[in-house]
């Protein structure tokens, strides 16, 4: 599975869009882009994913660049509860769908 | 949210000790995986199961054992506690590409 990079912490100021971006240059065809987080101690949670197209959920947009060698993840509005470790992982869409995580980007919302 | 169990949550042992955490889960997710996570090193693998009896090793397997004999219960031991076990650890389920589902993990401290 490739590897991705992401800065390892930024802050945004509340109800401004949180832009998160991710590079995955070794990324593969076959492989997706998911985004997760993790709220203080508790486990992580499923945001979004991903393979080519943007994509748009009632959590997060996915933008995703033609090459598909970065993304980023849009918060629209973030709120003080967005604050969160969030995690860029890329993998295979077929075999036994394990990820592997890295350090992720520590968002702090900002009052 | 996904109906998924660790217990305990919390664990003080002794080195040497053996150690077995439980994950159950109520969804019949055909995956099940165990992580760790560290300061530093975000969550790590230890060990997936594909399906009953069906397992194999994650990133940082050695000094642990899992074993999977129905679909609900996934069980990681640690046949002979360290302090370099003492870690978060977090139990997740899929069924499809699409997400994992995160347990409330469980704190293990070894003395």
């Known amino acids: 599975d490739a590897k991705t990079t992401q800065p390892t912490s930024m802050d945004c100021a509340e109800g401004r869009a949180a832009n998160l971006p991710c590079n995955h240059s070794?990324?593969?065809?076959?492989?997706?882009v998911y985004w997760y987080r993790q709220i203080h101690s508790q486990g992580p949670q499923y945001i979004i994913h991903?393979?080519?197209n943007n994509e748009t959920n009632e959590m997060a947009s996915l933008i995703i660049t033609e090459d598909r060698k970065s993304s980023t993840l849009i918060l629209p509005h973030a709120t003080l509860r967005d604050t969160a470790v969030y995690y860029c992982i890329v993998r295979a869409a077929s075999g036994t769908y394990k990820y592997i995580f890295g350090t992720g980007t520590r968002l702090k919302v900002l009052a | 949210d996904a109906g998924i169990t660790q217990s305990p949550r919390h664990k003080v042992t002794e080195t040497g000790t053996p150690v077995t955490l439980r994950c159950h889960q109520t969804?019949?997710?055909?995956?099940m995986y165990w992580y760790r996570q560290d300061p530093g090193h975000g969550l790590r693998l230890i060990h997936y199961s594909y399906g009953v009896k069906d397992t194999d090793k994650g990133e940082v397997s050695d000094g642990y054992s899992v074993s999977r004999s129905k679909t609900e219960d996934f069980l990681l031991t640690l046949e002979s506690a360290t302090s370099s076990q003492t870690s978060v650890y977090f139990c997740?389920?899929?069924?499809?590409?699409?997400?994992?589902?995160f347990g409330p993990g469980t704190r293990l401290t070894v003395l």
């Open positions: 997740a389920i899929s069924e499809s590409e699409v997400e994992e589902y």
């Open positions: 991903g393979l080519k």
């Open positions: 070794t990324i593969s065809g076959n492989e997706y």
């Open positions: 969804e019949n997710h055909r995956y």
